[in-house]
């Protein structure tokens, strides 16, 4: 069965510093993984996926994630934060299995920005 | 904006009682999912629905209950509530039910009394 693990629950940091939110999955079958961002009070919005092809890949805000197979993770960076990318960040697989897509998601990391 | 929206954006209930959540997906997406955020147990997918149809069932009460209707808008029926059906609801829409991205509505949180 597919679960996705997010190892912090919680990382702060402060402005223009790098930051690293780590995401390790586990599934016995190709995966398609996702990073959604939840500002407060908001829905979610999608930051990047990886489908296929390319492992960095790029997304909004100056985002990117590095999908690693061999160690099964997929880590989101940002080479230097703002404060408004204060938010939860939550990645995700994919399930898709006989034409139905359901995504499974991590439990969420909280990324606070301090200036 | 994602193009999908939810009505209401808050609800406050007592248990017992019955409530109806309205997704509309964004314009020519066929797929309906529905998800749950609530403290102890996350995002949970809830229930899919491909173009009027059940497509596939998660973490769903048998007391929830969704459907599809030809214009494509979905609902989401949550009865006998309880204190712990407390949370936020999301709706998100894709293009067929296959690989493509979810995109995700602003979310119904519900708050049970």
């Known amino acids: 069965a597919q679960s996705v693990t997010q190892l912090d629950s919680q990382v702060p940091v402060f402005e223009e510093a790098p930051v690293e939110l780590r995401c390790n999955y586990s599934?016995?079958?190709?995966?398609?993984l996702f990073w959604y961002v939840q500002y407060p009070n908001q829905g979610l919005q999608l930051l990047l996926k990886?489908?296929?092809?390319?492992?960095l890949v790029k997304g909004i805000n100056g985002f990117e994630a590095e999908f690693n197979k061999s160690q099964t993770s997929f880590h989101l960076r940002k080479p230097s934060v703002h404060i408004s990318d204060t938010a939860e960040y939550f990645c995700?697989?994919?399930?898709?299995?006989?034409?139905?897509?359901?995504?499974?998601f991590g439990a969420g990391t909280r990324l606070a920005v301090h200036p | 904006d994602s193009g999908v929206t939810q009505t209401p954006k808050h609800l406050i209930t007592a248990t017992g009682q019955r409530v109806t959540l309205r997704c509309s997906p964004r314009?020519?997406?066929?797929?309906v999912y529905w998800y749950q955020q609530s403290l102890d147990q996350g995002l949970q997918f809830l229930i899919q629905?491909?173009?009027?149809?059940?497509?596939a069932k998660g973490n769903i009460l048998e007391r929830f209950s969704a459907q599809q209707f030809p214009d494509l808008h979905s609902e989401l029926n949550l009865s006998s509530l309880e204190l712990g059906d407390s949370a936020l609801y999301f709706c998100?829409?894709?293009?067929?039910?296959?690989?493509?991205?979810?995109?995700f509505g602003p979310g119904t949180r519900l708050l049970v009394l």
């Open positions: 599934s016995s079958v190709s995966v398609y």
């Open positions: 998100a829409s894709s293009v067929a039910g296959g690989r493509e991205t979810q995109y």
């Open positions: 995700a697989v994919t399930l898709f299995s006989g034409g139905y897509n359901k995504l499974i």
């Open positions: 314009s020519g997406d066929l797929s």
């Open positions: 629905y491909y173009n009027g149809e059940e497509r």
């Open positions: 990886y489908l296929s092809g390319s492992t």
